[in-house]
């Protein structure tokens, strides 16, 4: 390993990704990763808590990596690995688990928010934020790029790191979270933040259609001088100048608007649309096991390092 500072990020492969994912966290950590000891993941075991459809399971992981090269990630550059891979990971959860509470497992925002709508949470939801606790120690990662909805899970895996450190003597660093302000909570079309869950995304590998459609129905207030859900994205694909311009000169017409929204991002995405139909599921197949053995020698390392700690070694 190098004296470089690590740095690591990982989406779940249950869906399209889209331009919430790549603002809030994908592109943060485009923007860094060539200057730290970087891992990116696609985090397949995560997944499971809502995904149980097989092939869609791992088209979605074909189409993750494809979307991380598409979007300028340099596999040789990174260690760009699948979570299912490193079985490390799922075993380090279970050591942290087993020094953390039930209550404060309990106050995790995607279990309680579950619990609130009355729908029943599995026991792999409820245990998640330790999963990726462990993602995140196993690699003595620094900085963790995510989107502010992940802030609760980082302050988790600093707990957790803190409850094995307090207990076996110093063996994790604690991680810290890279939230960027302004693409923190990238909205969706309705104006709430942008999520698969809701149906409000704009997929980043949208068609020229799908990005129309997805435009078109972004909801507009019918008073105000602005409409700031299109500007809110709009803000995103163009500097503050040039929307200033824009948006007096087209004052109250938010068809015209949008019409130059749908351009900006067409013209965004289009280079990386043309990049992503070269990749071949061989490609990410290579690219996944090269990763893998990689992330695997460093998992191991450090495990053996856990395992003696814990008393598990004779
Ligand atoms: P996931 O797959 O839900 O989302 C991937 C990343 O996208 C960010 N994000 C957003 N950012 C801004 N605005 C939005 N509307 C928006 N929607 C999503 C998320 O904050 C996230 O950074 N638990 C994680 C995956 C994970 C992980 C890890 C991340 C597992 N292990 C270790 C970092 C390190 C998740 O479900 O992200």
Not at 216 to 229: A, C, F, L, Q, Y
Request: hydrophobic share 40%; with cysteine.
């Amino acid at each position: 390993m190098t004296n470089k500072k690590r740095l690591l990020t990982g989406l779940q492969p249950s869906g399209s990704i889209h331009i919430g994912n790549y603002f809030g966290a994908l592109k943060p950590f485009l923007d860094m990763y060539t200057e730290y000891e970087s891992h990116l993941m696609v985090v397949d075991y995560h997944a499971l808590t809502t995904l149980r459809d097989r092939d869609a399971l791992t088209e979605n992981i074909y189409s993750i990596v494809k979307d991380y090269l598409a979007a300028g990630v340099d596999p040789e550059k990174v260690i760009l690995f699948k979570q299912s891979d490193v079985a490390e990971h799922t075993e380090l959860a279970w050591i942290l688990q087993c020094l953390v509470t039930v209550p404060f497992l309990m106050q995790a925002h995607a279990y309680k928010d579950k619990v609130a709508k009355g729908l029943e949470a599995n026991a792999g939801l409820f245990s998640y934020p330790m999963l990726m606790a462990a993602d995140i120690l196993l690699y003595d990662t620094e900085i963790v790029p995510v989107g502010e909805d992940q802030r609760q899970h980082i302050e988790y895996a600093r707990e957790a790191a803190n409850k094995f450190n307090n207990t076996y003597g110093e063996t994790f660093i604690t991680p810290q979270e890279h939230i960027l302000k302004g693409v923190g909570v990238v909205p969706g079309i309705d104006g709430k933040k942008m999520s698969k869950s809701y149906h409000n995304t704009i997929p980043l590998f949208a068609t020229r259609q799908e990005i129309e459609k997805a435009v078109m129905s972004i909801v507009t207030d019918s008073d105000g001088e602005r409409p700031e859900n299109v500007y809110a994205i709009h803000q995103l694909f163009a500097s503050e100048d040039a929307l200033d311009a824009l948006y007096k000169e087209n004052e109250g017409n938010y068809k015209a608007l949008k019409e130059a929204l749908i351009e900006d991002i067409d013209a965004f995405i289009a280079p990386m649309r043309e990049r992503r139909a070269s990749i071949t599921n061989e490609d990410v197949a290579n690219i996944l096991e090269a990763g893998a053995r990689k992330a695997k020698e460093r998992a191991l390392r450090k495990m053996m390092d856990v395992k003696e700690r814990i008393g598990v070694i004779l």
